[in-house]
């Protein structure tokens, strides 16, 4: 069974930085999908950046690309998201989620919040004006 678990969440002024950890658990597939999700008070779900292992790449949302990068550690079973320039509008629960044995690309996934399988329970971003 895939676990995530987030970290790194809390408030910082517009302009700054955080950066969110996901340990993940339970991955005995070489092929995977795994990425980040936020949801703002009163939006859907969207995704914000994700990682195929299948095709090798990252994928990012365009509110987002330029400022957030994501990244893993394989030794410690983590990926990172490094959130940079931060807005009021990054405001947001972000969640880790994964899927195994992906079947699109990682475009797909992040429009498709519906075919990620596994959930993290999220952690809390807030960016102050």
């Known amino acids: 069974e895939v676990q995530l678990v987030e970290s790194g969440g809390g408030l910082v002024q517009a302009g700054g930085s955080l950066r969110l950890s996901c340990a993940a658990s339970?991955?005995?597939?070489?092929?995977?999908?795994i990425g980040w999700f936020r949801q703002a008070p009163g939006k859907d779900r969207e995704g914000v950046s994700l990682?195929?292992?299948?095709?090798?790449?990252?994928s990012y949302a365009d509110s987002v690309k330029g400022r957030f990068t994501m990244s893993s550690d394989n030794a410690k079973n983590t990926v990172y998201l490094q959130m940079n320039s931060l807005k009021p509008e990054d405001t947001a629960v972000y969640y880790c989620?994964?899927?195994?044995?992906?079947?699109?690309?990682?475009?797909?996934?992040?429009?498709?919040?519906?075919?990620?399988?596994?959930w993290g329970k999220g952690t809390l971003v807030t960016v102050s004006s």
């Open positions: 989620a994964a899927v195994i044995k992906p079947y699109a690309s990682g475009r797909y996934y992040l429009g498709n919040t519906y075919a990620m399988k596994s």
């Open positions: 339970g991955f005995t597939f070489d092929a995977y999908a």
């Open positions: 990682f195929n292992s299948k095709l090798g790449s990252t």
